[in-house]
């Protein structure tokens, strides 16, 4: 089973993002859409190491994704961590690259070795 172990999925506008998203934290997201059964379809997955509800805001019509997950991260590396699971667990077809680590980290990915 794959699990984004995220909270959602919220329709992806300003109102509800600043409703479900009220801390400034590191974070992990997903945006995609609802199947007719409501099944949430991950379209592309993100993090962001400062502020994940400004990351989601920054989405907010470039995208045709209709809805949005989320969880809060302990850390910029926690947040490193788990991109990197949920890439390799949904390949999901708006990412078409790995997930890059922050410039200066020696962070791997804890899924493969594409970091040597
Ligand atoms: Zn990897």
Redesign the pocket.
């Known amino acids: 089973m794959r699990f984004l172990r995220m909270e959602g999925p919220y329709n992806l506008n300003s109102e509800t993002l600043k409703a479900k998203v009220t801390l400034t934290s590191p974070g992990n997201y997903a945006i995609g859409r609802e199947s007719e059964k409501g099944k949430f379809l991950v379209g592309y997955i993100g993090r962001s190491d400062s502020d994940v509800r400004a990351r989601l805001e920054s989405w907010i019509s470039k995208t045709k994704w209709t809805h949005f997950k989320f969880s809060y991260a302990a850390s910029p590396q926690a947040a490193f961590e788990k991109e990197?699971d949920n890439?390799?667990d949904f390949d999901p077809p708006d990412n078409f690259t790995?997930p890059e680590r922050p410039e200066g980290t020696n962070w791997s990915?804890p899924?493969?070795k594409?970091f040597g």
Do not use: E, G, K, L
């Open positions: 990197c890439f390799h790995h990915c899924c493969c594409i």
